[in-house]
Protein backbone atom coordinates (compact mmCIF):
# COMPACT_ATOMS: atom_id res chain seq x y z
CA UNK A 1 0.00 0.00 0.00
CA UNK A 2 1.28 3.26 -1.08
CA UNK A 3 -0.96 6.30 0.27
CA UNK A 4 1.48 8.91 -1.10
CA UNK A 5 -0.16 9.03 -4.06
CA UNK A 6 -3.66 9.65 -2.48
CA UNK A 7 -2.46 12.13 -0.48
CA UNK A 8 -0.40 13.81 -3.14
CA UNK A 9 -4.06 14.39 -5.03
CA UNK A 10 -5.92 15.51 -1.93
CA UNK A 11 -3.27 18.05 -1.60
CA UNK A 12 -3.31 19.47 -4.80
CA UNK A 13 -3.94 22.46 -3.83
CA UNK A 14 -7.11 22.63 -6.64
CA UNK A 15 -8.87 19.94 -5.25
CA UNK A 16 -8.57 21.60 -1.77
CA UNK A 17 -11.56 23.29 -2.80
CA UNK A 18 -13.60 19.63 -3.67
CA UNK A 19 -13.42 18.84 0.68
CA UNK A 20 -14.79 22.12 1.06
CA UNK A 21 -17.83 21.38 -1.24
CA UNK A 22 -17.87 17.78 0.29
CA UNK A 23 -17.80 19.22 3.67
CA UNK A 24 -20.09 21.76 3.23
CA UNK A 25 -22.69 19.85 1.34
CA UNK A 26 -22.52 17.72 4.21
CA UNK A 27 -22.97 20.08 6.66
CA UNK A 28 -25.64 21.93 5.30
CA UNK A 29 -27.64 18.79 4.62
CA UNK A 30 -27.47 18.40 8.07
CA UNK A 31 -28.46 21.56 8.63
CA UNK A 32 -31.31 21.36 7.01
CA UNK A 33 -32.48 18.42 7.23
CA UNK A 34 -32.51 19.34 11.07
CA UNK A 35 -34.77 21.84 10.59
CA UNK A 36 -37.26 19.81 8.04
CA UNK A 37 -37.74 17.21 10.84
CA UNK A 38 -38.69 19.79 13.32
CA UNK A 39 -41.57 21.25 10.83
CA UNK A 40 -42.29 17.54 10.11
CA UNK A 41 -42.75 17.09 13.97
CA UNK A 42 -44.74 20.03 14.11
CA UNK A 43 -47.04 19.07 11.13
CA UNK A 44 -48.07 16.15 13.06
CA UNK A 45 -48.79 17.57 16.00
CA UNK A 46 -51.25 20.22 13.98
CA UNK A 47 -52.95 17.52 12.09
CA UNK A 48 -53.63 15.88 15.15
CA UNK A 49 -55.04 18.95 16.96
CA UNK A 50 -57.31 21.31 14.44
CA UNK A 51 -58.15 23.88 17.34
CA UNK A 52 -53.96 24.60 17.70
CA UNK A 53 -53.54 24.50 14.00
CA UNK A 54 -55.97 27.15 14.08
CA UNK A 55 -54.14 29.18 16.39
CA UNK A 56 -50.65 28.19 15.87
CA UNK A 57 -48.29 30.45 14.14
CA UNK A 58 -47.13 27.78 12.21
CA UNK A 59 -43.08 28.02 11.97
CA UNK A 60 -40.56 26.40 14.99
CA UNK A 61 -39.25 29.58 15.59
CA UNK A 62 -39.80 31.45 18.55
CA UNK A 63 -43.05 33.17 18.70
CA UNK A 64 -44.88 35.76 20.69
CA UNK A 65 -48.21 37.65 19.57
CA UNK A 66 -46.87 40.42 20.88
CA UNK A 67 -43.69 40.77 18.36
CA UNK A 68 -43.88 43.07 15.04
CA UNK A 69 -43.98 40.42 12.24
CA UNK A 70 -41.39 42.62 10.67
CA UNK A 71 -38.37 43.83 11.34
CA UNK A 72 -36.30 47.00 10.20
CA UNK A 73 -33.94 46.43 7.23
CA UNK A 74 -31.54 48.47 8.69
CA UNK A 75 -30.31 47.19 11.16
CA UNK A 76 -31.33 43.81 11.55
CA UNK A 77 -30.72 43.16 7.77
CA UNK A 78 -27.52 44.46 7.19
CA UNK A 79 -25.78 43.57 10.23
CA UNK A 80 -25.81 40.03 9.11
CA UNK A 81 -24.73 40.59 5.69
CA UNK A 82 -21.85 42.78 7.08
CA UNK A 83 -20.89 40.72 9.18
CA UNK A 84 -20.96 37.64 6.34
CA UNK A 85 -18.82 39.60 4.42
CA UNK A 86 -16.33 40.28 7.00
CA UNK A 87 -15.99 36.37 7.72
CA UNK A 88 -15.97 35.52 3.81
CA UNK A 89 -12.90 38.22 3.93
CA UNK A 90 -11.33 36.81 6.65
CA UNK A 91 -11.80 33.02 5.30
CA UNK A 92 -10.51 34.32 1.35
CA UNK A 93 -7.60 35.76 3.45
CA UNK A 94 -6.29 33.38 5.21
CA UNK A 95 -6.73 30.66 2.11
CA UNK A 96 -5.08 33.01 -0.06
CA UNK A 97 -2.20 33.28 2.40
CA UNK A 98 -2.07 29.47 3.03
CA UNK A 99 -2.20 28.11 -0.23
CA UNK A 100 -0.82 29.13 -3.59
CA UNK A 101 -2.65 28.81 -6.72
CA UNK A 102 -0.68 26.28 -9.01
CA UNK A 103 1.05 27.28 -12.19
CA UNK A 104 2.61 24.41 -13.69
CA UNK A 105 5.12 24.53 -16.69
CA UNK A 106 4.51 26.75 -19.87
CA UNK A 107 1.64 25.45 -22.22
CA UNK A 108 3.21 22.82 -24.39
CA UNK A 109 1.23 21.11 -27.12
CA UNK A 110 3.91 18.91 -27.64
CA UNK A 111 3.73 17.42 -24.01
CA UNK A 112 0.52 15.68 -23.16
CA UNK A 113 -0.44 16.08 -19.22
CA UNK A 114 -1.02 12.55 -18.76
CA UNK A 115 -3.79 12.09 -17.01
CA UNK A 116 -4.81 15.97 -18.42
CA UNK A 117 -7.78 17.14 -16.07
CA UNK A 118 -10.17 19.17 -16.55
CA UNK A 119 -11.11 21.77 -13.19
CA UNK A 120 -12.63 19.93 -10.52
CA UNK A 121 -16.47 21.27 -11.59
CA UNK A 122 -16.01 19.82 -14.86
CA UNK A 123 -14.16 16.66 -13.90
CA UNK A 124 -17.45 14.75 -13.35
CA UNK A 125 -18.37 15.15 -17.09
CA UNK A 126 -15.13 14.26 -18.10
CA UNK A 127 -15.60 11.48 -15.89
CA UNK A 128 -18.75 10.31 -17.74
CA UNK A 129 -16.86 10.31 -21.23
CA UNK A 130 -15.84 6.85 -20.16
CA UNK A 131 -19.36 5.82 -20.76
CA UNK A 132 -20.29 7.39 -23.29
CA UNK A 133 -19.34 8.67 -26.46
CA UNK A 134 -18.21 12.72 -26.55
CA UNK A 135 -21.49 13.36 -28.30
CA UNK A 136 -23.68 12.32 -25.73
CA UNK A 137 -21.18 12.94 -22.33
CA UNK A 138 -19.79 16.46 -23.40
CA UNK A 139 -22.70 17.84 -25.49
CA UNK A 140 -26.37 16.48 -24.73
CA UNK A 141 -25.64 15.47 -21.09
CA UNK A 142 -24.73 18.93 -20.42
CA UNK A 143 -27.16 20.29 -22.49
CA UNK A 144 -30.04 17.71 -20.54
CA UNK A 145 -28.86 18.37 -17.22
CA UNK A 146 -29.32 22.43 -18.14
CA UNK A 147 -32.74 22.14 -19.36
CA UNK A 148 -33.89 19.51 -17.34
CA UNK A 149 -32.60 21.93 -13.83
CA UNK A 150 -34.61 25.15 -15.66
CA UNK A 151 -37.86 22.56 -16.09
CA UNK A 152 -37.45 21.50 -12.33
CA UNK A 153 -40.06 24.07 -11.09
CA UNK A 154 -42.60 23.68 -13.71
CA UNK A 155 -42.54 19.85 -12.92
CA UNK A 156 -43.17 20.02 -9.10
CA UNK A 157 -47.39 20.51 -8.88
CA UNK A 158 -47.41 20.56 -5.03
CA UNK A 159 -47.86 23.60 -3.42
CA UNK A 160 -46.84 21.48 -0.36
CA UNK A 161 -43.36 22.73 1.11
CA UNK A 162 -43.14 26.52 -0.04
CA UNK A 163 -40.76 28.16 2.18
CA UNK A 164 -39.83 26.04 4.76
CA UNK A 165 -37.78 22.98 5.64
CA UNK A 166 -39.78 19.55 5.10
CA UNK A 167 -38.86 16.29 4.14
CA UNK A 168 -42.21 14.24 4.33
CA UNK A 169 -43.99 16.34 2.27
CA UNK A 170 -41.87 16.79 -0.86
CA UNK A 171 -39.81 12.85 -0.67
CA UNK A 172 -39.89 12.66 -4.06
CA UNK A 173 -39.00 15.68 -5.59
CA UNK A 174 -36.09 15.54 -2.40
CA UNK A 175 -35.27 12.25 -3.55
CA UNK A 176 -34.94 13.01 -7.09
CA UNK A 177 -33.71 16.40 -6.92
CA UNK A 178 -30.56 14.62 -4.04
CA UNK A 179 -30.22 11.51 -6.54
CA UNK A 180 -28.84 13.87 -9.43
CA UNK A 181 -27.00 16.21 -7.09
CA UNK A 182 -25.22 12.69 -5.61
CA UNK A 183 -24.22 11.70 -8.91
CA UNK A 184 -22.45 14.87 -10.05
CA UNK A 185 -20.68 14.96 -6.73
CA UNK A 186 -19.42 10.94 -6.99
CA UNK A 187 -18.30 11.58 -10.82
CA UNK A 188 -16.11 14.43 -9.49
CA UNK A 189 -15.14 12.42 -6.73
CA UNK A 190 -14.01 9.53 -8.80
CA UNK A 191 -12.45 11.41 -11.89
CA UNK A 192 -10.50 13.46 -9.15
CA UNK A 193 -9.67 10.84 -6.74
CA UNK A 194 -9.75 7.98 -8.50
CA UNK A 195 -8.50 8.37 -12.14
CA UNK A 196 -4.75 8.71 -13.38
CA UNK A 197 -3.12 8.42 -16.27
CA UNK A 198 -4.67 7.16 -18.98
CA UNK A 199 -7.71 7.77 -17.40
CA UNK A 200 -7.38 4.25 -15.67
CA UNK A 201 -8.80 3.52 -12.14
CA UNK A 202 -6.51 3.59 -8.83
CA UNK A 203 -7.96 2.70 -5.66
CA UNK A 204 -6.63 4.89 -3.01
CA UNK A 205 -3.41 3.22 -1.74
CA UNK A 206 -2.30 2.33 -5.34
CA UNK A 207 0.58 4.09 -6.91
CA UNK A 208 0.16 5.79 -10.43
CA UNK A 209 1.91 3.47 -12.81
CA UNK A 210 2.47 5.13 -16.34
CA UNK A 211 3.30 2.05 -17.74
CA UNK A 212 0.28 0.15 -16.91
CA UNK A 213 -1.75 -1.45 -20.02
CA UNK A 214 -5.91 -2.14 -19.59
CA UNK A 215 -6.46 -5.16 -22.31
CA UNK A 216 -10.11 -5.13 -21.69
CA UNK A 217 -12.26 -6.06 -24.33
CA UNK A 218 -15.22 -4.23 -24.39
CA UNK A 219 -18.59 -5.37 -25.99
CA UNK A 220 -22.04 -4.29 -27.19
CA UNK A 221 -25.39 -5.29 -26.92
CA UNK A 222 -26.19 -7.10 -30.49
CA UNK A 223 -26.68 -4.46 -33.09
CA UNK A 224 -29.68 -6.78 -34.25
CA UNK A 225 -31.67 -5.30 -30.93
CA UNK A 226 -31.59 -2.30 -32.30
CA UNK A 227 -33.31 0.48 -29.79
CA UNK A 228 -35.19 -2.90 -28.31
CA UNK A 229 -33.32 -2.57 -25.13
CA UNK A 230 -33.68 1.28 -24.86
CA UNK A 231 -37.29 1.15 -25.12
CA UNK A 232 -37.66 -1.93 -22.78
CA UNK A 233 -35.23 0.22 -20.61
CA UNK A 234 -37.49 2.94 -20.87
CA UNK A 235 -40.56 1.20 -19.66
CA UNK A 236 -39.40 -1.11 -17.26
CA UNK A 237 -37.75 2.48 -15.20
CA UNK A 238 -40.71 4.30 -16.13
CA UNK A 239 -42.88 1.75 -14.34
CA UNK A 240 -40.72 1.58 -11.62
CA UNK A 241 -40.74 5.59 -11.09
CA UNK A 242 -44.51 5.54 -11.22
CA UNK A 243 -44.64 2.97 -8.42
CA UNK A 244 -42.52 5.34 -6.05
CA UNK A 245 -43.70 8.82 -7.43
CA UNK A 246 -47.57 6.77 -6.26
CA UNK A 247 -46.18 4.81 -3.18
CA UNK A 248 -48.43 7.26 -0.23
CA UNK A 249 -52.17 8.89 -0.08
CA UNK A 250 -49.65 12.08 0.03
CA UNK A 251 -47.87 11.43 -3.25
CA UNK A 252 -51.27 10.18 -4.91
CA UNK A 253 -52.71 12.98 -4.34
CA UNK A 254 -49.55 15.14 -5.53
CA UNK A 255 -49.57 12.94 -8.66
CA UNK A 256 -53.38 13.70 -9.40
CA UNK A 257 -52.77 17.47 -9.15
CA UNK A 258 -49.99 17.01 -12.01
CA UNK A 259 -50.71 17.10 -16.12
CA UNK A 260 -49.78 14.88 -18.33
CA UNK A 261 -47.51 16.80 -19.70
CA UNK A 262 -45.80 17.31 -17.03
CA UNK A 263 -45.50 13.78 -15.21
CA UNK A 264 -43.96 12.95 -18.76
CA UNK A 265 -41.55 15.44 -19.18
CA UNK A 266 -40.50 14.28 -15.46
CA UNK A 267 -40.19 10.92 -16.47
CA UNK A 268 -37.93 11.84 -19.31
CA UNK A 269 -35.84 13.44 -17.52
CA UNK A 270 -35.93 10.91 -14.14
CA UNK A 271 -35.61 7.85 -16.43
CA UNK A 272 -32.61 9.49 -18.43
CA UNK A 273 -30.54 11.16 -16.13
CA UNK A 274 -31.59 9.78 -12.56
CA UNK A 275 -31.72 5.73 -13.34
CA UNK A 276 -30.32 5.46 -17.14
CA UNK A 277 -26.84 7.13 -16.35
CA UNK A 278 -25.99 5.37 -13.04
CA UNK A 279 -27.52 2.27 -15.01
CA UNK A 280 -24.95 2.26 -17.98
CA UNK A 281 -22.39 3.09 -15.53
CA UNK A 282 -22.52 -0.15 -13.86
CA UNK A 283 -23.10 -1.59 -17.50
CA UNK A 284 -20.17 -0.95 -18.34
CA UNK A 285 -17.78 -1.33 -15.03
CA UNK A 286 -19.17 -4.58 -13.74
CA UNK A 287 -19.96 -6.34 -17.41
CA UNK A 288 -17.43 -4.29 -19.95
CA UNK A 289 -21.05 -3.18 -22.12
CA UNK A 290 -19.81 -0.44 -23.90
CA UNK A 291 -22.55 0.17 -26.35
CA UNK A 292 -26.42 -0.68 -25.43
CA UNK A 293 -27.52 0.68 -29.21
CA UNK A 294 -25.48 0.68 -32.09
CA UNK A 295 -26.55 2.32 -35.39
CA UNK A 296 -24.55 3.57 -38.56
CA UNK A 297 -24.72 7.08 -37.46
CA UNK A 298 -24.27 6.93 -33.80
CA UNK A 299 -23.76 4.57 -31.03
CA UNK A 300 -25.17 4.87 -27.03
CA UNK B 1 -19.69 69.07 9.76
CA UNK B 2 -23.42 67.53 9.81
CA UNK B 3 -24.92 70.96 8.88
CA UNK B 4 -22.45 71.94 6.31
CA UNK B 5 -24.27 72.09 2.79
CA UNK B 6 -22.16 69.96 1.59
CA UNK B 7 -22.79 66.73 3.99
CA UNK B 8 -26.65 67.21 3.42
CA UNK B 9 -25.84 66.97 -0.56
CA UNK B 10 -24.54 63.54 -0.57
CA UNK B 11 -26.48 61.89 2.87
CA UNK B 12 -29.58 63.18 2.65
CA UNK B 13 -30.72 60.92 5.41
CA UNK B 14 -29.91 62.09 9.52
CA UNK B 15 -28.57 59.09 10.27
CA UNK B 16 -27.79 60.01 13.62
CA UNK B 17 -31.52 59.66 14.31
CA UNK B 18 -32.97 56.23 15.10
CA UNK B 19 -36.60 56.18 14.59
CA UNK B 20 -38.15 53.73 12.53
CA UNK B 21 -39.31 56.64 9.76
CA UNK B 22 -35.50 57.26 9.26
CA UNK B 23 -34.26 54.31 9.48
CA UNK B 24 -36.29 53.03 7.03
CA UNK B 25 -34.90 56.24 4.69
CA UNK B 26 -31.61 55.35 5.06
CA UNK B 27 -32.77 52.02 2.93
CA UNK B 28 -34.68 53.84 0.78
CA UNK B 29 -32.68 56.83 -0.63
CA UNK B 30 -29.50 54.56 -1.10
CA UNK B 31 -29.68 53.81 -4.05
CA UNK B 32 -26.90 50.60 -3.50
CA UNK B 33 -29.37 49.54 0.11
CA UNK B 34 -32.27 49.73 -1.48
CA UNK B 35 -32.02 46.67 -3.43
CA UNK B 36 -33.47 45.44 -0.26
CA UNK B 37 -37.07 46.27 0.68
CA UNK B 38 -37.35 49.09 4.05
CA UNK B 39 -38.59 46.10 6.00
CA UNK B 40 -38.25 42.09 6.30
CA UNK B 41 -40.24 38.98 7.73
CA UNK B 42 -38.80 39.36 11.45
CA UNK B 43 -37.83 35.48 10.51
CA UNK B 44 -36.28 36.31 7.88
CA UNK B 45 -33.24 37.33 9.15
CA UNK B 46 -32.28 34.48 10.69
CA UNK B 47 -29.33 32.63 8.54
CA UNK B 48 -30.49 29.25 9.59
CA UNK B 49 -33.41 29.80 6.68
CA UNK B 50 -31.10 30.83 3.65
CA UNK B 51 -27.90 30.44 4.75
CA UNK B 52 -26.74 33.33 3.44
CA UNK B 53 -25.42 31.98 0.47
CA UNK B 54 -27.01 33.35 -2.12
CA UNK B 55 -25.64 36.80 -1.06
CA UNK B 56 -22.49 35.48 -0.17
CA UNK B 57 -22.19 34.34 -3.69
CA UNK B 58 -23.08 37.91 -4.38
CA UNK B 59 -20.35 39.36 -2.38
CA UNK B 60 -17.42 36.46 -3.42
CA UNK B 61 -18.37 38.02 -7.35
CA UNK B 62 -17.32 41.49 -6.35
CA UNK B 63 -14.62 40.46 -4.51
CA UNK B 64 -14.04 38.76 -8.18
CA UNK B 65 -14.69 41.53 -10.50
CA UNK B 66 -12.49 43.86 -7.70
CA UNK B 67 -9.08 41.53 -7.78
CA UNK B 68 -9.92 40.68 -11.53
CA UNK B 69 -9.67 44.40 -12.60
CA UNK B 70 -6.55 44.71 -11.00
CA UNK B 71 -4.69 41.13 -12.10
CA UNK B 72 -5.76 43.21 -15.44
CA UNK B 73 -3.17 45.67 -14.83
CA UNK B 74 -0.37 42.96 -14.94
CA UNK B 75 -1.57 40.67 -17.93
CA UNK B 76 -1.30 40.30 -21.25
CA UNK B 77 -3.41 37.93 -22.90
CA UNK B 78 -0.57 36.72 -25.81
CA UNK B 79 1.15 33.38 -25.98
CA UNK B 80 4.31 35.51 -25.47
CA UNK B 81 3.59 37.53 -21.81
CA UNK B 82 0.87 35.68 -20.50
CA UNK B 83 2.87 33.17 -18.62
CA UNK B 84 5.32 35.67 -17.81
CA UNK B 85 3.14 38.49 -16.33
CA UNK B 86 1.83 35.65 -13.99
CA UNK B 87 5.39 34.96 -13.11
CA UNK B 88 5.80 38.52 -12.75
CA UNK B 89 2.84 38.70 -10.50
CA UNK B 90 4.11 35.81 -8.03
CA UNK B 91 7.56 36.89 -7.44
CA UNK B 92 8.19 40.91 -8.35
CA UNK B 93 4.42 42.66 -7.59
CA UNK B 94 4.08 43.52 -4.13
CA UNK B 95 1.27 41.66 -2.75
CA UNK B 96 0.68 39.85 -6.29
CA UNK B 97 0.62 36.44 -5.33
CA UNK B 98 -2.04 37.13 -2.83
CA UNK B 99 -4.03 38.61 -5.40
CA UNK B 100 -3.74 36.11 -7.82
CA UNK B 101 -4.50 33.74 -4.50
CA UNK B 102 -7.65 35.40 -4.08
CA UNK B 103 -8.93 35.70 -7.47
CA UNK B 104 -8.64 32.18 -7.87
CA UNK B 105 -10.09 30.89 -4.40
CA UNK B 106 -12.53 33.35 -4.61
CA UNK B 107 -13.53 31.71 -7.86
CA UNK B 108 -13.92 28.15 -6.40
CA UNK B 109 -15.36 29.34 -3.30
CA UNK B 110 -18.11 31.20 -5.11
CA UNK B 111 -18.86 28.23 -7.24
CA UNK B 112 -19.34 25.87 -4.03
CA UNK B 113 -21.69 28.56 -2.34
CA UNK B 114 -23.64 29.00 -5.46
CA UNK B 115 -23.72 24.86 -5.41
CA UNK B 116 -24.84 25.47 -1.60
CA UNK B 117 -27.67 28.58 -2.55
CA UNK B 118 -29.16 25.89 -5.49
CA UNK B 119 -29.56 23.19 -2.76
CA UNK B 120 -31.14 25.62 -0.60
CA UNK B 121 -33.17 26.72 -2.81
CA UNK B 122 -34.43 23.46 -3.08
CA UNK B 123 -34.72 22.07 0.27
CA UNK B 124 -37.06 24.87 0.82
CA UNK B 125 -39.19 24.64 -1.80
CA UNK B 126 -38.41 28.58 -2.28
CA UNK B 127 -38.16 28.00 -6.41
CA UNK B 128 -41.90 26.70 -6.29
CA UNK B 129 -44.98 29.30 -7.45
CA UNK B 130 -44.85 32.39 -7.71
CA UNK B 131 -40.66 32.33 -8.35
CA UNK B 132 -40.20 29.87 -11.05
CA UNK B 133 -38.69 32.20 -13.61
CA UNK B 134 -36.09 33.12 -10.98
CA UNK B 135 -35.05 29.60 -10.60
CA UNK B 136 -34.69 30.00 -14.28
CA UNK B 137 -32.63 33.03 -13.91
CA UNK B 138 -30.62 31.63 -11.08
CA UNK B 139 -29.62 28.45 -13.28
CA UNK B 140 -28.52 30.60 -16.08
CA UNK B 141 -26.25 32.24 -13.36
CA UNK B 142 -25.22 28.65 -12.37
CA UNK B 143 -24.08 27.85 -15.53
CA UNK B 144 -22.33 31.39 -16.30
CA UNK B 145 -20.64 31.16 -13.23
CA UNK B 146 -18.77 27.94 -14.09
CA UNK B 147 -18.29 29.09 -17.66
CA UNK B 148 -16.34 32.38 -16.33
CA UNK B 149 -14.24 29.58 -13.67
CA UNK B 150 -13.64 27.62 -16.71
CA UNK B 151 -12.34 30.38 -19.34
CA UNK B 152 -9.97 31.75 -16.17
CA UNK B 153 -8.38 28.40 -16.12
CA UNK B 154 -6.80 28.71 -19.54
CA UNK B 155 -5.41 32.24 -19.26
CA UNK B 156 -2.07 31.72 -17.15
CA UNK B 157 -0.80 29.71 -20.17
CA UNK B 158 0.56 26.64 -18.16
CA UNK B 159 0.19 23.51 -18.50
CA UNK B 160 -2.66 22.74 -16.75
CA UNK B 161 -5.08 25.44 -18.12
CA UNK B 162 -3.51 24.33 -21.52
CA UNK B 163 -4.76 20.48 -21.17
CA UNK B 164 -7.88 21.27 -19.35
CA UNK B 165 -9.38 23.24 -22.22
CA UNK B 166 -8.08 21.11 -24.83
CA UNK B 167 -9.85 18.27 -23.21
CA UNK B 168 -12.91 20.05 -22.39
CA UNK B 169 -13.11 21.91 -26.06
CA UNK B 170 -12.18 18.27 -27.91
CA UNK B 171 -15.60 17.76 -26.37
CA UNK B 172 -17.57 20.13 -28.61
CA UNK B 173 -15.97 18.01 -32.20
CA UNK B 174 -18.56 15.86 -31.39
CA UNK B 175 -21.40 17.88 -31.06
CA UNK B 176 -24.02 16.77 -33.29
CA UNK B 177 -24.64 18.39 -36.28
CA UNK B 178 -21.92 21.20 -35.63
CA UNK B 179 -19.39 19.35 -34.58
CA UNK B 180 -16.70 17.63 -37.39
CA UNK B 181 -16.71 13.99 -35.17
CA UNK B 182 -20.74 14.34 -34.36
CA UNK B 183 -23.14 12.36 -35.69
CA UNK B 184 -24.73 14.18 -38.65
CA UNK B 185 -21.15 16.39 -38.46
CA UNK B 186 -19.49 15.25 -41.45
CA UNK B 187 -22.50 15.03 -43.60
CA UNK B 188 -23.27 18.71 -43.37
CA UNK B 189 -19.80 19.48 -44.05
CA UNK B 190 -18.08 19.92 -40.75
CA UNK B 191 -14.53 19.81 -40.72
CA UNK B 192 -11.92 20.70 -37.99
CA UNK B 193 -11.58 24.27 -40.06
CA UNK B 194 -15.43 25.17 -39.73
CA UNK B 195 -17.00 23.55 -36.62
CA UNK B 196 -18.41 24.63 -33.82
CA UNK B 197 -14.88 24.03 -32.03
CA UNK B 198 -13.28 25.96 -34.52
CA UNK B 199 -15.48 29.11 -33.93
CA UNK B 200 -14.65 28.56 -29.47
CA UNK B 201 -11.14 28.46 -30.23
CA UNK B 202 -10.58 30.89 -33.18
CA UNK B 203 -8.54 28.04 -34.72
CA UNK B 204 -8.27 24.15 -35.20
CA UNK B 205 -6.13 23.94 -31.86
CA UNK B 206 -5.28 25.65 -28.54
CA UNK B 207 -3.11 28.65 -29.52
CA UNK B 208 -3.12 32.62 -28.89
CA UNK B 209 -6.58 33.48 -30.70
CA UNK B 210 -8.23 30.65 -27.80
CA UNK B 211 -6.35 32.73 -25.29
CA UNK B 212 -7.38 35.74 -26.77
CA UNK B 213 -11.00 34.18 -27.06
CA UNK B 214 -10.69 33.02 -23.38
CA UNK B 215 -9.62 36.32 -22.17
CA UNK B 216 -12.93 38.47 -24.11
CA UNK B 217 -15.11 36.13 -22.49
CA UNK B 218 -13.76 35.80 -19.58
CA UNK B 219 -13.29 39.75 -18.93
CA UNK B 220 -15.91 41.18 -20.52
CA UNK B 221 -18.61 38.65 -22.35
CA UNK B 222 -19.63 36.53 -19.56
CA UNK B 223 -19.47 38.98 -17.10
CA UNK B 224 -21.34 41.33 -18.33
CA UNK B 225 -24.09 38.87 -19.06
CA UNK B 226 -23.98 37.46 -15.11
CA UNK B 227 -24.36 40.87 -13.98
CA UNK B 228 -27.41 41.64 -16.07
CA UNK B 229 -29.09 38.28 -14.89
CA UNK B 230 -27.96 38.74 -11.40
CA UNK B 231 -29.54 42.18 -11.73
CA UNK B 232 -33.11 40.20 -12.68
CA UNK B 233 -32.19 37.98 -10.58
CA UNK B 234 -32.41 40.61 -7.50
CA UNK B 235 -35.39 42.32 -8.82
CA UNK B 236 -37.29 39.46 -9.17
CA UNK B 237 -36.74 38.51 -5.66
CA UNK B 238 -38.20 41.59 -5.04
CA UNK B 239 -40.94 41.26 -7.09
CA UNK B 240 -42.10 38.05 -6.02
CA UNK B 241 -42.68 39.37 -2.59
CA UNK B 242 -39.45 38.83 -0.83
CA UNK B 243 -37.58 35.55 -0.33
CA UNK B 244 -39.82 32.88 -0.28
CA UNK B 245 -39.64 32.41 3.45
CA UNK B 246 -39.47 30.96 6.50
CA UNK B 247 -43.01 30.71 5.66
CA UNK B 248 -45.84 29.49 7.94
CA UNK B 249 -46.81 25.61 7.34
CA UNK B 250 -49.56 24.21 5.14
CA UNK B 251 -50.80 21.39 6.13
CA UNK B 252 -51.57 18.37 4.21
CA UNK B 253 -54.97 18.59 4.37
CA UNK B 254 -54.92 21.92 3.26
CA UNK B 255 -53.95 21.37 0.19
CA UNK B 256 -56.63 21.36 -2.74
CA UNK B 257 -56.99 18.39 -4.15
C1 LIG C 1 -24.19 33.93 -9.19
C2 LIG C 1 -25.01 33.15 -8.58
C3 LIG C 1 -26.17 33.59 -7.69
C4 LIG C 1 -26.28 34.66 -6.86
C5 LIG C 1 -25.25 35.74 -6.60
C6 LIG C 1 -27.60 34.60 -6.25
C7 LIG C 1 -28.08 35.50 -5.32
C8 LIG C 1 -29.28 35.38 -4.66
C9 LIG C 1 -29.67 36.12 -3.49
C10 LIG C 1 -28.81 37.17 -2.78
C11 LIG C 1 -30.92 35.73 -3.15
C12 LIG C 1 -31.73 36.19 -1.92
C13 LIG C 1 -31.93 35.08 -0.91
C14 LIG C 1 -30.73 34.28 -0.55
O1 LIG C 1 -29.66 34.86 -0.27
O2 LIG C 1 -30.83 33.05 -0.54
C15 LIG C 1 -31.33 34.74 -4.11
C16 LIG C 1 -32.56 34.10 -4.13
C17 LIG C 1 -32.91 33.11 -5.03
N1 LIG C 1 -32.07 32.45 -5.89
FE1 LIG C 1 -30.19 33.01 -6.32
N2 LIG C 1 -28.25 33.50 -6.73
C18 LIG C 1 -27.41 32.85 -7.60
C19 LIG C 1 -27.65 31.66 -8.25
C20 LIG C 1 -28.84 30.96 -8.16
C21 LIG C 1 -29.03 29.62 -8.64
C22 LIG C 1 -27.95 28.74 -9.27
C23 LIG C 1 -30.34 29.31 -8.40
C24 LIG C 1 -31.09 28.03 -8.71
C25 LIG C 1 -30.81 27.23 -9.65
C26 LIG C 1 -30.96 30.45 -7.78
C27 LIG C 1 -32.29 30.56 -7.42
C28 LIG C 1 -32.80 31.48 -6.54
C29 LIG C 1 -34.18 31.55 -6.12
C30 LIG C 1 -35.33 30.65 -6.60
C31 LIG C 1 -34.25 32.57 -5.18
C32 LIG C 1 -35.47 33.00 -4.37
C33 LIG C 1 -35.33 32.28 -3.07
C34 LIG C 1 -36.36 32.62 -2.06
O3 LIG C 1 -37.27 33.42 -2.33
O4 LIG C 1 -36.27 32.04 -0.95
N3 LIG C 1 -30.01 31.43 -7.63
N4 LIG C 1 -30.31 34.55 -5.02
Known amino acids: MDFGQIREILSAPDNVPILGLLGGVAFFLWYGLRQARAMDRLAVQLEADPALAKTHHRKTHPHDDA ?131 GWMWFWPGETWDHTRQVFEKTRDLPAALGPVPVIAFYLLAGWLIHKFVTRTELDRRIYARTSRLQYLTFQFFAITLLIGVPLKIFLRLAFRIKYVWVTPWFNL | MKKTQLWKSVFRVKHDRTDTRTRSLAVLSNVFLHLHPTRVNRDAVRYSYTWGMGGISAYLFLVLLFTGALLMFYYHPTKFQAYRDILYLEHDVPFGRLLR ?43 LTLLLSFTGYLLPDDQLGFWAVTVGT ?27 RFGLLGGSVVDSNALLRAYVWHCIGIPVILLLLLGVHFWRVRKDGGISGPAPLLLDSEMKD
Not at chain 1, 87 to 109: C, F, G, K, Y
Not at chain 1, 170 to 192: C, E, M, N, Q, Y
Not at chain 2, 106 to 121: D, Q
Not at chain 2, 171 to 191: I, K, S
Open chain 2, 101 to 143: NMHRWGAHLMVITVWLHMLRVVLTGAYKKPREFNWVVGVGLLV
Open chain 2, 170 to 196: NMARATPLVGHEGPFGPQLGMTPFNDV
Open chain 1, 67 to 197: WEPEVLVWPHLLKVEFLAAIIVTVLLLVWSLALNAPLEEPANPNQTMNPAKAPWYFVGLQELLVYFDPWFAGVVLPLLIVIGLMLFPYLDASPLGTGYYTLRQRKVVLVSFGAGFAIWLAAIVVGTFIRGP
